[in-house]
C-alpha cells in the first residue's frame, strides 16, 4: 500500500501562500486519484480539493476556489497544493489522501479514500 508525507505546512500571515506537497511511496502513484482535506479541532476532516490520476480532472470545495491550484507531478510521485491569499479560516492540518482506481478521468470527494498521511499543520495569523 502506498505511504503518503505530507509536507510544506507552516506559519504565515494572512494574505501569504504557502505550498504544500505530499511525497507518495511508489512508482504506482499514477493509479491512485488523489486529494487534500483539512481538518481543525471538533470539526470533522473536509475535503479541499481532488485530482484524477491524470492530473486533468480537478475539483473544489468553494472556499478555496481560485486560491488553492492542485497538481499532480505523477513522474516524481508527487501531489501538491499552491495555497494562496491565506486567511485565518484555512488554519488546520492538511492530509493527503489517495485512493486506487482504474478510471484515470475521475476524482472522489468523500470517503472513498482509503490511505492517508500523517498531515501537516498550516496556521495563518491575522
Known amino acids: 500500500q502506498v505511504r503518503l508525507v505530507e509536507s510544506g505546512g507552516g506559519l504565515v500571515q494572512a494574505g501569504g501562500s504557502l505550498r504544500l506537497s505530499c511525497l507518495a511511496s511508489?512508482?504506482?502513484?499514477?493509479?491512485?486519484?488523489m486529494a487534500w482535506f483539512r481538518q481543525t479541532p471538533g470539526k470533522p476532516r473536509e475535503i479541499v480539493a481532488a485530482?484524477?490520476?491524470?492530473?486533468?480532472?480537478?475539483s473544489y470545495v468553494g472556499s478555496v476556489q481560485g486560491r488553492f491550484p492542485i497538481s499532480r507531478d505523477n513522474a516524481k510521485n508527487t501531489l501538491s497544493l499552491q495555497m494562496n491569499n491565506l486567511t485565518p479560516e484555512d488554519t488546520a492540518v492538511y492530509y493527503c489522501?489517495?485512493?486506487?482506481?482504474?478510471?484515470?478521468?475521475?476524482?472522489?470527494?468523500?470517503?472513498?479514500?482509503?490511505?492517508w498521511g500523517l498531515g501537516t499543520q498550516v496556521t495563518v495569523s491575522s
Open positions: 511508489e512508482r504506482a502513484f499514477r493509479s491512485y486519484a
Open positions: 489522501a489517495a485512493r486506487q482506481t482504474l478510471s484515470a478521468e475521475r476524482f472522489y470527494l468523500g470517503s472513498e479514500y482509503d490511505t
Open positions: 485530482i484524477a490520476r491524470n492530473g486533468d480532472a480537478r
